[in-house]
């Protein structure tokens, strides 16, 4: 798809190389097409990686896209050089005027604190409602999805007793839904985290729909305002060694953790990953920019909310 992105951002030359078709600021500007305008709130903190994996699935789509990279004003990142973030970075104050057709949140490391303790958490509530008036339909993944869900609907966060660290089988509970369309019956996710949300808090809260679980990783998939609101629990968009790279890093910190399950091939450390979850990912961000996003959203991007 021609996705439209800053001039000179990283993932760029990242991306060409994979043979996946993108196309900057100044390429676009000559298209007589009205794009999807995505905004990106980017709280992972290894910001240019994430900012690849989101790209790399949001291009599997015939639809063109400006992405806006989106930042807290409360919260310096310091994994991410500060030129890059002043150079393709907005904070939300210079964005809250603004409508966008989708948003996208993404997790943070920050899922052992409560939410009020985050540092950030007032400005991200008020995101959060912005989000309700300003954008089409919105994407939380993992803490953002916790937090979300917290936020909007009380739902509480648990922490576990061991790290849910692996990549796990998971069960479609409304095949009919559109956000499943092309999905199998089982299809795999990547998952890291401390904490979980669970389904019977999300079965008794009125406006919510649980759409997917798994056995052992718990709740998947939750949607809200008719899909709207879209929250996964789990990294869909992790590339293939991201959860190599995490165990590998928690070790030489000497922090205690797991191998991820279900992940190196005969369960060695020293094989490749067996990555399974990559058709299911580009079918979960493709179906969402479909159904929940161009599909809902208005021409006149000023009448959304």
Known sequence: MPLNLPDKLPAIRALE???IFVMNTTRASGQDIRPLRIAVLNLMPLKITTETDLIR???NSPLQIELCLMKVKSHTSKNTPIEHMQQFYRDFELMKDEKYDGMIIT???VENMAFEEVNYWEEITEIFDWAHSHVTSTLYICWAAQAGLYYHYGIPKYPLDRKMFGVFAHRVLKPLCPIFRGFDDVFYVPHSR??????DDILRAPGLELLSESEEAGVYLVMGRGGRDIFVTG????SPDTLDNEY????AKGLPIDKPKNYYRNDDPQLPPLVRWRAHANLLFTNWL???VYQQTPYNIDEIG
């Open 17 to 19: 190389k994979e043979n």
């Open 57 to 59: 699935l949001l291009s």
């Open 107 to 109: 997790g943070a490391p």
């Open 194 to 199: 401390h904490t979980e949300v669970r389904r």
């Open 235 to 238: 990294h869909s968009e992790y």
């Open 248 to 251: 590998k890093r928690d070790l």
């Open 290 to 292: 479909n159904y929940y």
